[in-house]
């Protein structure tokens, strides 16, 4: 079964600085999909980013970009400009053959002003 | 547009009782999933339907647990009886499901306590 890891359970970043927020994922398929959600205090879990994993090139979504390392089993979210907004649990996910979304157990992230 | 709409958002029982919850998805979206997600966990899929058929329920614990979708539209899910590991939020969620990655739209959830 794939299995996500999200190692760090709390972050925190300052207004405007640049966080990466880490995941690692173990599957023995290689045609797969990942993605970020983000899940605000008391609102719904929405969608931040999505790589298909036969493109190497990194996926970007305005201030989101991930760092997709296949061979690694790797997929980092880097927030870049970080805004109060963004406070959140922020969520890596797994679609596999299953076709069942696999959670990690989730990052806090805090922004500081 | 609006979006995928559950109710109640709280509810606290005893255990051993009965609760129901009520999810409407994104009009159109063929598949329709609910998820709990207990506390510091990130969300494990219950039960998927596509239009009002079960695609997967393995992880439902079906001695306790049931889900319909009459006519392919809004969703209940019940918990008879239930225990205190119930405690969690309920997500339920939508896509269109024209592929297998369709982004799945999700609601606010019920927090589901058990006393």
């Known amino acids: 079964a794939q299995t996500v890891t999200q190692s760090q359970p709390e972050m925190s970043v300052q207004e405007a600085e640049t966080v990466t927020l880490s995941c690692t994922y173990d599957t023995s398929e290689s045609d797969y999909y990942l993605f970020w959600y983000k899940q605000p205090p008391s609102r719904q879990m929405i969608l931040v980013i999505r790589q298909e994993a036969y493109k190497q090139q990194n996926a970007t979504e305005n201030r989101f970009s991930v760092n997709f390392q296949k061979a690694a089993k790797s997929f980092s979210l880097k927030i870049s400009d970080s805004q109060l907004g963004d406070a959140a649990m922020y969520f890596c996910a797994f679609l596999g053959g299953s076709e069942k979304l696999v959670f990690g157990k989730g990052t806090k992230l805090t922004v500081n002003p | 547009e609006a979006g995928v709409a559950q109710s109640p958002r709280y509810k606290i029982i005893e255990k051993r009782q009965s609760v129901a919850f009520w999810c409407n998805p994104i009009s159109g979206h063929a598949t329709l999933y609910w998820y709990q997600q207990i506390l510091g966990q990130g969300p494990k899929l219950l039960i998927q339907f596509q239009n009002n058929g079960v695609v997967d329920d393995s992880q439902l614990p079906k001695d306790r647990f049931s889900a319909e979708r009459l006519k392919g539209v809004d969703s209940t899910l019940k918990i008879q009886p239930a225990k205190l590991e119930d405690s969690a939020v309920y997500l339920c969620?939508?896509?269109?499901?024209?592929?297998?990655?369709?982004?799945?739209?999700f609601g606010p959830g019920t927090r589901l306590t058990v006393l």
């Open positions: 969620a939508s896509s269109l499901a024209t592929t297998r990655t369709d982004t799945q739209y």
